[in-house]
């Protein structure tokens, strides 16, 4: 099956930061790919689709990119409520597989 | 559009565990239910699907053998099955809906609210 490698684990930042996290696919996955933000306690929230398509109510600093076996999300001015935990998810008919998660800290 | 699960559940090892998944907001048989978990302090992980509409349901191999999907279209719910529990199947659960109508894959972009079992002698 596609293995999904997501960098780094773990990423240290401060508010009004430009941020990015990688994706990267074993073989070409298309733009099948998501990404999620998740805070501890609670549910993930789709932030992006297909690669590049912001979700609904998603804050226009955050951006997707990629295709192929390459993707990231780009976060371009930091936020304070944005440090969380940030995962992507490669989808297809044959299986669902989230990458190992990026840990978004305050420097 | 919500999805609301039921309570945290303890567990003994060798036991089994049946989490619930009721959907409102939306028409429930039209969008495939997922369902993913999350260990302590680790990541996500995919554990399989269920047409709401037909019953059909797919699951990874690591699970095939002790996961059981169902679902009751009265009550709009999907229900999702844990056998022979181990140490290891200490999890939040997570029931969560494919972003676009009759497909089994894709984005999910409406998630419950997270079942805490724990498996413990």
């Known amino acids: 099956d596609v293995q999904m490698t997501q960098s780094p684990s773990t990423l240290s930042a401060s508010v009004g930061d430009r941020v990015t996290i990688t994706c990267r696919a074993s073989r070409s996955i298309g733009s099948w790919l998501a990404w999620y933000q998740q805070k501890p306690g609670k549910a993930p929230k789709l932030l992006i689709y297909?690669?590049?398509t912001l979700g609904s109510e998603i804050p226009s600093r955050f951006s997707g990119s990629g295709s192929g076996t390459e993707f990231t999300l780009t976060i371009s001015s930091l936020q304070p409520d944005d440090f969380a935990t940030y995962y992507c998810?490669?989808?297809?008919?044959?299986?669902?597989?989230f990458g190992q998660g990026t840990t978004l800290e305050i420097k | 559009e919500q999805l609301v699960q039921s309570g945290a559940e303890v567990k003994k090892p060798g036991a089994s565990v049946k989490v619930s998944c009721k959907a409102s907001g939306y028409t429930f048989t039209a969008y495939y239910i997922h369902w993913v978990r999350q260990a302590p302090g680790q990541g996500l992980e995919w554990m399989g699907w269920?047409?709401?509409?037909?019953?059909?349901?797919s699951f990874p191999e690591n699970f095939e053998d002790r996961v059981t999907m169902t679902r009751d279209t009265s009550i709009d719910t999907v229900y999702m099955e844990l056998t022979r529990l181990r140490s290891d199947d200490a999890a939040v659960y997570y029931c969560?809906?494919?972003?676009?109508?009759?497909?089994?894959?894709?984005?999910?972009?409406?998630w419950g609210q997270g079942t805490t079992v724990t498996v413990s002698s």
């Open positions: 998810l490669k989808y297809s008919s044959f299986s669902h597989i």
């Open positions: 969560a809906r494919v972003r676009t109508g009759y497909n089994s894959w894709g984005a999910f972009d409406v």
């Open positions: 297909e690669a590049s």
């Open positions: 269920i047409n709401p509409s037909s019953g059909l349901t």
